[in-house]
């Protein structure tokens, strides 16, 4: 929900959400000008969360004409 937070707080809000629902889904949402490695932390912190539906959706960089 577009609110910045620890990748342990992450962990615990989607654990706790996961014990709420057995269809929690995420969406994980990056752009050209991050670093891979911050995606992979979120999707690992997803994982160890017991979220098994995830995506990742990226802005593309503009190419300067």
Same mark, same amino acid.
């Given at each position: 929900d577009e609110e910045p937070m620890e990748l342990d707080q992450l962990e615990q809000q989607l654990t706790s959400l996961?014990?709420?629902t057995s269809t929690l889904s995420v969406i994980i !949402?990056?752009?050209a000008e991050g670093a891979f490695q911050n995606v992979?932390?979120?999707l690992s912190a997803c994982?160890?969360?017991g979220v098994s539906d995830?995506?990742?959706s990226v !802005?593309?960089?503009r190419?300067?004409?």
């Open positions: 996961r014990q709420q !949402r990056g752009d992979a932390s979120v994982r160890r969360a995830m995506g990742v !802005r593309m960089a190419k300067d004409e």
